[in-house]
C-alpha cells in the first residue's frame, strides 16, 4: 500500500505507545536510506520505499521490562534472557497492532546463514537519525595505523546507556517523499572526543566509560550494571541469587548455564 506520512505516524505511534512504557523508543526510517550506504550482498531485499522501523531499548527497559518478565518466570529454555524479553515485548507489541500485516522483524542478535547479522543495526541507527554512528573514517589523521577500530553510535539524550535491538520491516508499506531523512545529532564533533570514544569503546568497554562521551540523561542502574558486567555464562547463577529463577537443585528443568547459548550483549 502507498502510506502517506500520517500512516507512517499511526505505525509508530502505535508501536511507541506500547514499548515506551517498557523503555523503548522507536524510528522510522525507509529501506532505501540503509542500502544506500551498504553494498549489494548486505542489503535488504526490500524496494527503497518500504518502511522499516528501528527499535532501541534505554535504560528504563531492565526495570520496566526485564525484571518483571523474569518475575513472571516468563523466562524459558535455553536463550539469553535479556533476548528472550526483548523478542517477547516485541512480538507481543506487532501482533496486538498489525495482526495480520506482513511484518518482518530481525533482532540484532540474529545471523543469517553466511553468519552476518540480519540487520547491521548501528547503520540502521545512523541512517534513521536515531544515533550518530562514529566509524573510523569518521575521525581525521588517523592515529592508529592499520589497526581496525570498532565503530559505535551515540545517542543524543543516552550518550551510550542504550542498546539497539530490533528492525521492523513492513514490506507491503511504501512511503514517498513525505517522509524526510533526519541528520542523527552529531553529539561527539571533536576529532579528541572521537578519538577518546573509539578507544574506550574498542579498548576499556568493560569499564563503561565509552557511555559517559557525553552527560545522559540516565543510565543503567547498579543492578543493571551488575547484570552486564557479568559474563554471560554466570549471569543464570546471578539470577538465581536475585530469586528470579528457581535454583537448579529444585528444578531439573531449570535451563543450564553450560547449555544455555548466550548474546550477552548490553
Ligand atoms: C558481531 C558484533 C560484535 C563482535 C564484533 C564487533 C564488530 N563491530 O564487528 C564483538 C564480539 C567483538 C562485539 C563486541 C562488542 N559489542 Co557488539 N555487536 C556485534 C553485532 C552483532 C554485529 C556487528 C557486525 O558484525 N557488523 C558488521 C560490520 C562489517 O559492520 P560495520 O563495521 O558497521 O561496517 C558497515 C558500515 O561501515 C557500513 N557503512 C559503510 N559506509 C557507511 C556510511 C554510513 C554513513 C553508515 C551509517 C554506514 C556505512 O557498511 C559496512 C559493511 O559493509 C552488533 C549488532 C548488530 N546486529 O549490528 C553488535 C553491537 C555492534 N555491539 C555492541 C556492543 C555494545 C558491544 C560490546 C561493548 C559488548 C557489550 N557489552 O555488549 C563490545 C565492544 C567492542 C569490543 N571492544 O570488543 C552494540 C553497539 C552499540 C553502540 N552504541 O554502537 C551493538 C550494536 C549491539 C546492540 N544490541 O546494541 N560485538
Not at 531439573?252 to 548490553?266: F, K, R, V, W, Y
Request: charged share 20%; hydrophobic share 40%.
Amino acid at each position: 500500500m502507498a502510506a502517506s506520512i500520517d500512516d507512517v505516524e499511526s505505525i509508530t505511534g502505535q508501536l511507541d505507545n506500547r514499548l515506551s512504557k517498557l523503555g523503548f523508543e522507536v524510528y522510522p526510517l525507509k529501506v532505501g536510506w540503509y542500502n544506500s550506504v551498504l553494498s549489494p550482498s548486505l542489503r535488504l531485499s526490500y524496494p527503497d520505499d518500504s518502511l522499516a522501523v528501528l527499535l532501541l531499548s534505554t535504560p528504563a527497559m531492565f526495570e520496566q521490562a526485564f525484571l518483571p518478565f523474569m518475575e513472571q518466570k516468563s523466562c524459558q529454555g535455553l536463550t539469553d534472557p535479556i533476548d528472550q524479553c526483548v523478542k517477547h515485548c516485541v512480538s507481543s507489541a506487532v501482533t496486538q497492532c498489525f495482526s495480520g500485516q506482513n511484518v518482518d522483524v530481525r533482532y540484532d542478535y540474529e545471523l543469517l546463514p553466511s553468519r552476518m547479522p540480519k540487520f547491521l543495526a548501528q547503520t540502521a541507527a545512523h541512517v534513521s537519525g536515531a544515533a550518530f554512528y562514529y566509524q573510523q573514517p569518521d575521525v581525521t589523521d588517523q592515529p592508529w595505523g592499520q589497526k581496525k577500530m570498532f565503530g559505535v553510535c551515540v545517542h543524543p539524550r543516552f550518550g551510550g546507556w542504550f542498546a539497539l535491538r530490533a528492525l521492523l520491516v513492513f514490506g507491503d508499506v511504501q512511503v514517498g517523499a513525505e517522509l524526510v531523512q533526519p541528520a542523527p545529532p552529531d553529539c561527539v564533533p571533536s576529532r579528541e572526543d572521537r578519538i577518546k570514544l573509539l578507544e574506550a569503546f574498542n579498548f576499556h568497554w568493560q569499564d563503561w566509560s565509552y557511555r559517559d562521551i557525553i552527560p545522559s540523561v540516565q543510565k543503567y542502574s547498579d543492578k543493571q550494571k551488575e547484570y552486564f558486567s557479568t559474563p554471560p555464562a554466570q549471569r543464570l547463577a546471578l539470577l538465581r541469587t536475585w530469586g528470579l529463577l528457581p535454583s537448579e537443585d529444585n528444578s531439573p528443568d531449570a535451563p543450564s548455564d553450560t547449555l544455555i547459548q548466550l548474546s550477552g550483549h548490553g
